[in-house]
């Protein structure tokens, strides 16, 4: 067990690189095993405890993979094993991307139900209605999803809500389905739009990714491809955060401005300085800033990936906040965290309601979540003395190295072990 240690007051300055999106790799590596035909090297792979569990779990698949830093080669053409039923499998959330991936290719699959960070209740209808949709039958028997199909028929399918999960996994299966699928009210995330790109690089047929409609016309079979995963929008708008919370100015780069423009207007309402680059955004800001209303909703809105990190900089802001968490329930777990920082937040239902405090002290803390994770650190690198975090294998499951990239803007910070 490891702890973060962290000494606040230091404005962080410099430059710093983005990963890879966490969210568009989880789902890219499963995809990846239904090439037929050839292999997939697939580069700007984040070093992340989640592609960790991904590469053990397409392992015992039966895939042959090779790491070689940020680049990940998979051979799928022997899979010899439909079953993923593996404690990595019910560590994490994205291990259901196999149910789609594994119908779509082999029309059979036996996957364990998922886990994930505890943000709320999290069903799986929305997957399992796509997948019957297109002529499959899902049976859940002893914690697992059982699919089987005899052909996979492309058709229309409405979803209730704007689900990420749901949108790819469906639009997985529907690859190698018989005629079209239309996938409409879909998520619209930049991490859909990779995975299609990802797809079409191995031979799919997937159009109007980024929008709410997306139509696939069915392929025989994928081959191998190469490919390069999109920056991660969300350790961005977590080192933007940083850089205002601390008032300093830090240069985010290999990032797609675009994708961050929820976060950028926020900040500069706020009060903090955004500059758009090509491929960099770049944060200044004196720390002073005022405070300002959060709703989070699916892309193009403001992320619930990023209201964590967020509600700690609104802790520090002048005046009162209001955030709204409209996709997860429990998703103000940091809260209670922040709390024994010194932060004025009282928490009613899906809203927090924020008073900016004069400070924060630095506390013994715990990550409760990956997101909530780096909310603490952000709040010990603006609190005054020491902050230890607790917990670390949630934050390590989603962010590479985190630890180092801060030290480079010239965060106090290390790690340690717990029982020191
Ligand atoms: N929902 C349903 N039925 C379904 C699927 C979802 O009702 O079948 C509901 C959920 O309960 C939730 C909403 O729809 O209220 C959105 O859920 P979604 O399916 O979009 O979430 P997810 O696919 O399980 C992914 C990310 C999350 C991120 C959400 C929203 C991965 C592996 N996870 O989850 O990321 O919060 O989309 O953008 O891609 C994180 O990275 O910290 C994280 C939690």
Redesign the pocket.
């Known amino acids: 067990m490891e702890k973060l240690i962290v000494y606040g007051g230091n404005r962080l300055f410099g430059d710093i690189d983005i990963s890879g999106a ?2 568009a790799a ?2 890219i590596i499963p995809a990846a095993l239904m090439a037929s035909d050839g292999t997939c090297i697939i580069d700007n792979i984040p070093d992340i405890e ?1 592609v960790h569990c991904l590469e053990r779990i397409i392992e015992s698949l039966g895939c042959k993979i090779k790491v070689n830093t940020n680049s990940l080669t998979i051979d799928s053409s022997n899979i010899t094993n439909l079953d993923a039923c593996t404690e990595d499998v019910r560590r ?3 291990s ?1 991307y196999f149910i789609g991936a594994l119908l779509g290719r082999f029309k059979e699959a036996r996957v364990e139900l998922p886990g ?2 505890p ?11 796509g997948f019957e949709a297109l002529g499959a039958t899902v049976k859940i028997e002893h914690g697992a999803v059982n699919v089987k199909a005899d052909r996979l028929i492309g058709t229309n399918i409405f979803f ?9 996994n469906v639009m997985l299966a529907a690859t190698l389905a018989e005629g079209v699928t239309t996938l409409e009210n879909a ?1 619209r ?1 930049p ?1 859909i739009v990779d995975v299609a790109n990802f797809l079409n690089s191995m031979g799919a047929n997937v159009k109007g990714a980024g929008t709410d409609i997306i139509r696939i016309t069915g392929v025989e079979k994928l081959c191998g491809c190469n490919y390069s995963v999109i920056p991660d929008q ?1 350790e961005a708008g977590t080192f933007m955060i940083a850089a205002a919370a601390t008032g300093g100015e830090v240069t985010i780069k290999n990032v797609i401005p675009k994708h961050l423009e929820s976060i950028s207007a926020k900040l500069i309402e706020m009060g903090a300085e955004v500059i758009e680059q090509d491929d960099s955004v770049t944060v200044k800001s004196t720390g002073k800033l005022k405070s300002v209303n959060i709703k989070t909703a ?2 193009p809105g403001f ?3 990023v209201q964590q990190p967020m509600s700690t900089l609104l802790c520090a802001a002048e005046g009162r906040s209001i955030v709204n968490e409209s ?3 429990s998703r103000f777990k940091h809260v209670d965290e922040l709390k024994k920082m010194g932060a004025n937040v009282k928490v009613e239902g899906r809203t927090a309601i924020i008073d900016g405090a004069e400070k924060l002290t630095g506390a013994i803390v715990k990550a409760t ?3 909530a994770g780096a909310a603490m650190v952000i709040a010990g690198l603006i609190a005054e003395g020491k902050t230890e975090i607790h917990s670390l294998d949630h934050i390590d499951r ?1 962010y590479p190295n985190i630890e180092v990239k801060f030290q480079r803007l010239g965060a106090k910070i290390h790690r340690e072990s717990a029982e020191e």
């Open positions: 966490k969210n989880v789902a989640d994490m959330r994205a259901y994930g960070c943000i709320g209740v999290r069903p799986i209808d929305q997957h399992i209605k209730d809500v704007v689900s990420v999960g749901a949108t790819i998520a995330e991490h969300i699916p892309y992320p619930t990936d996709i997860w329930e979540d990956l997101r989603g």
